[in-house]
T-cell receptor, first 113, second 111 residues
Framework: NAGVTQTPKFRVLKTGQSMTLLCAQD?????MYWYRQDPGMGLRLIHY???????AKGEVPDGYNVSRLKKQNFLLGLESAAPSQTSVYFC????????????FGSGTRLTVV | EDQVTQSPEALRLQEGESSSLNCSYT??????LFWYRQDPGKGPEFLFT???AGEEKEKERLKATLTKKESFLHITAPKPEDSATYLC????????????FGEGTQLTVNP
């Protein structure tokens, strides 16, 4: 009964460091998404995937890369972290046009100093 | 481009004081309007989906309604445990599976 699991939950990076956020879902969902949530700006789509081996850019993709090598996993990478990437990152998954939208993970709070 | 605007940004109520949250949207061909609840430090949790003007859905003290331009989340006799941020999102006909979210309304219910 895990749903969507994000790791890590918290991370502090120095400017210029790299890291990967992992999202795993056990619901056999085809679609997966990465959002960032910032005060006053709501949830903004970074990248998404419509199936294993596919990725696409969302609203704010610059500075991020993603990979979906396995259907259940969606990785978000930051190659050279910047303070502007300080945010809370949420992963979500869904079937095609699910009537309840998305199932979200519990988030990763990232601080770049 | 789909757009969602929620108001107010924050709302403080006394326990038992009913009120409504607003979600105004512009979308090319609505394929669903979604309400979520988000507690601090957690991901959003699904509440309702509405598809057409005139549709209403209820869950405990919450009722969501939909017109062609906006949706309302009515909260009747709220309790402190209803305190949370409420998010509205839309899916348009050109969006595929993607949702566009509003900034949310932070609701605080005081005992």
């Amino acid at each position: 009964n895990a749903g969507v699991t994000q790791t890590p939950k918290f991370r502090v990076l120095k400017t210029g460091q790299s890291m990967t956020l992992l999202c795993a879902q056990d619901m056999n969902h085809e679609y997966m998404y990465w959002y960032r949530q910032d005060p006053g700006m709501g949830l903004r789509l970074i990248h998404y995937s419509v199936g294993e081996g596919t990725t696409a850019k969302g609203e704010v993709p610059d500075g991020y890369n993603v990979s979906r090598l396995k259907k259940q996993n969606f990785l978000l990478g930051l190659e050279s972290a910047a303070p502007s990437q300080t945010s809370v990152y949420f992963c979500a998954s869904s079937f095609w046009k699910d009537s309840y939208g998305y199932t979200f993970g519990s988030g990763t709070r990232l601080t770049v100093v | 481009e789909d757009q969602v605007t929620q108001s107010p940004e924050a709302l403080r109520l006394q326990e038992g004081e009913s009120s409504s949250l607003n979600c105004s949207y512009t979308v090319s061909g609505l394929r669903g309007l979604f309400w979520y609840r988000q507690d601090p430090g957690k991901g959003p949790e699904f509440l309702f989906t509405l598809y057409s003007a005139g549709e209403e859905k209820e869950k405990e003290r919450l009722k969501a309604t939909l017109t062609k331009k906006e949706s309302f989340l009515h909260i009747t006799a709220p309790k402190p445990e209803d305190s949370a941020t409420y998010l509205c999102a839309v899916r348009g006909e050109t969006s595929g599976s993607r949702l566009t979210f509003g900034e949310g309304t932070q609701l605080t219910v005081n005992p």
